[in-house]
């Protein structure tokens, strides 16, 4: 069947309809063509006289002058596929994708009447998707044209889609752990690029609904990075300063801010750590000081900035200040403290004595424990290196996986005596010890101590020394009391640490203080059987057998068992049919 012309392939000149067949070929040297052909880098043509105009700035156009929102004229494009609607979005879009020879993102695509629109920051993408003009068929039949103009940056409205976009990646960009806020160079972020969205934050909008996530979801915020986003303005952040009274550290690295006026947007912040170089407001000042002086007017407690340590600010000298006298330890009574030394006594005596299940009787049954290393260790500290401990380490900063996390949390007395035991044999300096009690409650107390110990080994008296802080919380428990919660911080000593510890010559370390086997009283035979059958499920008769053929060792029973019973070793009546009480 023939085409019928429409009237959209048709335009009026002169008062007369004229066709103009878009699928068809066009003669390029008739003078219709010639006529209503676009040149966009053309002046504007003049009928009867013509002016000379002068050029505008040093001899650019206004077309190609810097804007006032910061972009480059000329490195977006414009991409308008007439009557684009009735071939709809994944059509138009994948002839292209399909035809063109290098990749691109299509930014904010959008129907404007019956054209559709999206744009492209790549002018390599623009040249190669020019290409495909007139080479794709549309589902109606014509030849889809596709038309490309250079542009201003595109604005994308904030609807509820795009909001939760932007804190989506916000929420990718922030460090839960240090409380810091990376939103430097955002408007190029791969995640809202793959999105079609163009985020700038040097547009006010944009930059006004970020500081209102910042506000309503992150007011814990301590350090926020703001460079490279081309910003003029600080105007939005205004509202951060009544609710982010921990941001301490600010960067605005690269940016335009012209004024330090812009940082009275900020006064009443608490700033210690500032970045501003890459800005042209530093030209307003002749001098360092001069620029120094000015900007610790906007924040007195300044200590740095453009990462330069700042001098002591000059002041009145208000005479010498006076501390009173530090205390090595703290208790709150005579009495706690004398509770408190015992335990710590009787605990590390049986720590160091080579046989750490004595221990059992120290903690709770629900007991939790946790060890945690130092991240960084000292170079001049010459004290060996804390890989014995490494598999146990529970360092939040590091540990990052949640089942790991729990993994390494020790609770309950058995796990955390069996951790303790596979640690290396330790020397501990009673000397060094400092003990500070945090809270004490009926029933209830916290407390600290801070000292030195060595790993014994072959040569003891060279042994690598090691700090060591321990945190205990116990709960009164008969007579004395048990420990509930505990946590053990190690790292490399200290020169000074070093020189002051074992100057008082340390004993030889001698043989566990445990009862031997013979010494063992029934009750504490009892206590062993019972542990063992609720660790592993027999019965009783054959735990006491277990016991008893590894001399009472608890520790070693236990790890018999485990062994016989991933051989498969171990007959099913040895397992109790009812729950053990």
Avoid at 237 to 250: D, G
Avoid at 433 to 442: A, E
Wanted: proline share 5%.
């Amino acid at each position: 069947m023939g085409r019928q012309k429409k009237f959209r392939d048709s335009y009026a000149r002169g008062g007369k309809l004229v066709a103009v067949d878009l699928d068809g070929d066009v003669d390029m040297n008739s003078h219709t063509f010639t006529e209503r052909r676009f040149n966009p880098y053309g002046g504007q043509r003049h009928h009867g006289s013509r002016k000379k105009h002068k050029k505008q700035s040093g001899g650019k156009s206004k077309h190609y002058r810097d804007g006032a929102a910061g972009y480059e004229v000329g490195s977006w494009h414009k991409i308008t596929i007439p009557y684009g609607k009735k071939s709809g979005k994944a059509f138009i879009l994948r002839s292209i994708v399909s035809r063109c020879k290098v990749p691109f993102i299509p930014i904010n695509f959008q129907f404007n009447g019956n054209a559709a629109e999206f744009y492209v920051e790549d002018p390599d993408a623009a040249r190669h998707i020019k290409d495909v003009h007139r080479r794709v068929i549309t589902p109606d039949g014509f030849k889809m044209h596709v038309l490309i103009s250079r542009c201003a940056a595109p604005t994308i409205s904030i609807d509820q889609e795009t909001s939760e976009a932007i804190k989506t990646c916000m929420s990718s960009r922030y460090d839960t752990m240090t409380h810091t806020l990376d939103l430097s160079k955002f408007h190029v972020d791969t995640s809202l690029k793959n999105l079609g969205l163009y985020i700038p934050l040097h547009k006010t909008v944009f930059f006004n609904a970020v500081m209102k996530i910042v506000k309503e979801h992150i007011p814990q915020l301590e350090t926020l990075n703001l460079a490279d986003n081309k910003l003029y303005s600080l105007q939005p952040m205004n509202i951060l300063v009544p609710v982010c009274k921990q941001l301490k550290t600010l960067s605005l690295r690269n940016n335009k801010i012209r004024s330090v006026a812009e940082l009275n947007h900020l006064k009443g912040m608490d700033i210690l750590d500032l970045v501003l170089d890459g800005n042209t407001l530093r030209d307003e000042f002749k001098d360092l000081s001069t620029y120094i002086s000015a900007i610790r007017d906007k924040f007195p407690k300044l200590i740095r900035l453009d990462d330069q340590d700042l001098p002591a600010p000059i002041g009145f000298d208000l005479g010498p200040e006076t501390f009173p006298p530090s205390k090595k330890s703290f208790f709150a009574a005579e009495d706690v403290k004398d509770l408190v030394i015992q335990f710590l006594d009787q605990y590390y005596t049986i720590y160091d004595s080579g046989n750490r299940t004595q221990l059992l009787e120290a903690y709770h049954d629900q007991a939790n424990f946790s060890l945690c290393l130092s991240r960084h260790s000292s170079p001049k500290s010459n004290s060996g290196t804390l890989g014995s401990y490494i598999s146990e380490s529970r360092n939040l900063l590091r540990v990052t996986n949640n089942n790991e996390r729990f993994k390494l949390l020790k609770q309950g007395k058995l796990n955390i005596v069996s951790t303790l035991s596979e640690l290396p044999q330790t020397m501990h300096d009673p000397t060094s010890f400092s003990v500070d009690i945090f809270h004490i409650s009926p029933g209830l107390m916290s407390f600290s101590v801070v000292g030195v110990f060595k790993e014994v080994g072959a040569d003891i008296n060279n042994a690598t020394l090691k700090t060591f802080s321990r945190t205990f919380v116990v709960v009164a428990q008969g007579q004395g009391f048990v420990i509930t919660n505990e946590t053990l911080f190690i790292a490399h000593a200290s020169q000074e640490q070093q020189a002051k510890a074992f100057q008082v010559p340390a004993p030889t370390p001698s043989p566990s203080p445990a009862p031997s086997t013979e010494e063992k009283s029934i009750s504490e035979k009892q206590l062993l059987v019972l542990e063992l059958s609720k660790q592993t499920g027999m019965i009783s008769e054959f735990s006491t057998k277990c016991l008893e053929e590894n001399d009472w060792d608890y520790q070693r029973a236990l790890a018999v068992f485990l062994k016989f019973q991933s051989e498969g070793k171990i007959p099913p009546e040895a397992f109790a049919t009812v729950p053990v009480q």
